[in-house]
Nanobody, 117 residues
Framework: QVQLVESGGGLVQAGGSLRLSCAASGSIGSLNAMGWYRQAPGKQRELVATIIGQASTNYADSVKGRFTISRDNAKNTVYLQMNSLKPEDTAVYYC???????????WGQGTQVTVSS
């Protein structure tokens, strides 16, 4: 089992920045990936960014150039630096952990990000 705890959400004005953190604990394997997804009211959960290892990243087109995902393997923590935030970024942001070989997908409880115009 893997437990994920997110932090860093909140209320920010458009153009502002926030940094989300997600700390993983439990049975952390060496071959894994982590990422951030978000779900706005009335919409499906969507990918924001993922990271495998330290350098293999993937971003949704809507956040490219504004958001940066990174991870600290020593702390089993993934970060999402969000800059130039827009009202349409408002959503609950979820951290995801999954293993690359075998099965195992875990989600955090979510953290609310609200961007006011």
């Amino acid at each position: 089992q893997v437990q994920l705890v997110e932090s860093g959400g909140g209320l920010v004005q458009a153009g502002g920045s926030l940094r989300l953190s997600c700390a993983a604990s439990g049975s952390i394997g060496s071959l894994n990936a982590m990422g951030w997804y978000r779900q706005a009211p009335g919409k499906q959960r969507e990918l924001v960014a993922t990271i495998i290892g330290q350098a293999s990243t993937n971003y949704a087109d809507s956040v490219k150039g504004r958001f940066t995902i990174s991870r600290d393997n020593a702390k089993n923590t993934v970060y999402l630096q969000m800059n130039s935030l827009k009202p349409e970024d408002t959503a609950v942001y979820y951290c995801k952990y999954w293993v690359l070989i075998g099965s195992g997908v875990y989600w955090g409880q979510g953290t609310q990000v609200t961007v006011s115009s």
